[in-house]
Each structure stands twice: as C-alpha cells, then as structure tokens.
C-alpha cells in the first residue's frame, strides 16, 4: 500500500519538473524573450532621460476654464518604466482639481554647452480628468524637460495641452526629489 501511494507523488514531481523545461529552440526563445521583457518594465526605475521622482510646483494657466488653464498648485511625478519611457501622473490642485495621466517618451541627456547643465528632454499624451461639476474627460498632449540639479533633485518644466471641453494650456514647474 506504501508503494501504491508513492508512485502519483513521484508522477507529480516529475510532471512538475519537467514541464518548466524548454522543450524546443522555439519554446527557448520565447522564454528569453518574456524574462527580458519582465526585467525592462521596471516601475521607479531610471529612464534615458534620468532617476524617477516625486514633486511639487505650480501650474501657470495659459488659455481655458480648467485647472490645466487657471493658476494652481502642482503635485507631479516621473514614474520609469521602461529605458524609454515614463508615466508622468499629475494633479493640478484647486477648485476643480484636474488629474493629468500621460505617457512620454524619455529622450537621452544632453549637455548645454551655454549653461553647463544637463537637460532631459521628454514628450508624450495620455488623458486628463476633470473634477468639476460633470467630471469629464479628455485628450492630453505633453512635452518638457527635466533638469537634474543633483543625484537627488531634478528640476522640471513642462507644457500641457488638454482638449476637456475646450483647448485648454498651461506650464508646469517644479522641483522633484529622486528616488
């Protein structure tokens, strides 16, 4: 009866074993290529264009009735996900708070030769969502830089365009700290 019992177990592990083997160049291949995609999305990781951060500025209105249009305290971040690119979410603080969710593509460090500081260009879109009375929803376009100041702090600028219920733009600046 011992015997009898052990055979399913031995079955098992078998069957265990050897099902997480590559059974062809095919089977090998795909495995390769899944494990390197895993190990390039990494969120909080470090882009071509710098470390992730967490910040806070100001938003200074430009044209349009929402906060990505009107003057407002800024809560933003660059969260890396891949070596190229970023989400950067945002809320623009105030009566109506929009909250901005872009993608952006990271682009590499460049020197300024003028200035001696290093600036990160980035460009992207994503959605911005209203607060207000009808809580809608719209397109987002995005484009900035970020400036790294030192290993810790990186300055950022940036324009938002956001098509909620009208075209409404506006600059973000801040400072974030890396992590």
Do not use: C
């Amino acid at each position: 009866m011992a015997v009898g019992s052990a055979l399913p177990v031995r079955a098992e592990t078998i069957n265990s074993t050897t099902a997480n083997t590559p059974t062809s160049t095919s089977d090998l291949e795909i495995e390769t290529a899944s494990t390197q995609i895993a190990q390039s999305f990494q969120p909080g990781r470090a882009t071509r264009s710098g470390s992730s951060y967490i910040g806070v500025g100001g938003n200074l209105g430009l044209t349009g009735n929402t906060r990505v249009g009107e003057g407002s305290f800024a809560v933003f971040s660059k969260v890396g996900l891949t070596r190229n690119l970023s989400a950067r979410p945002a809320a623009l603080v105030g009566d109506n708070t929009v909250f901005l969710v872009p993608l952006t593509i990271d682009f590499p460090q460049e020197n300024l030769e003028v200035t001696q500081l290093s600036v990160a260009p980035y460009i992207g879109g994503g959605v911005a969502i209203s607060t207000g009375r009808d809580s809608t929803v719209g397109a987002l376009i995005t484009g900035g830089v970020d400036v790294p100041l030192s290993s810790q702090i990186t300055a950022t600028g940036g324009v938002n365009v956001s098509f909620i219920d009208e075209t409404d733009v506006g600059i973000l600046l801040g400072i974030g700290y890396n992590f």
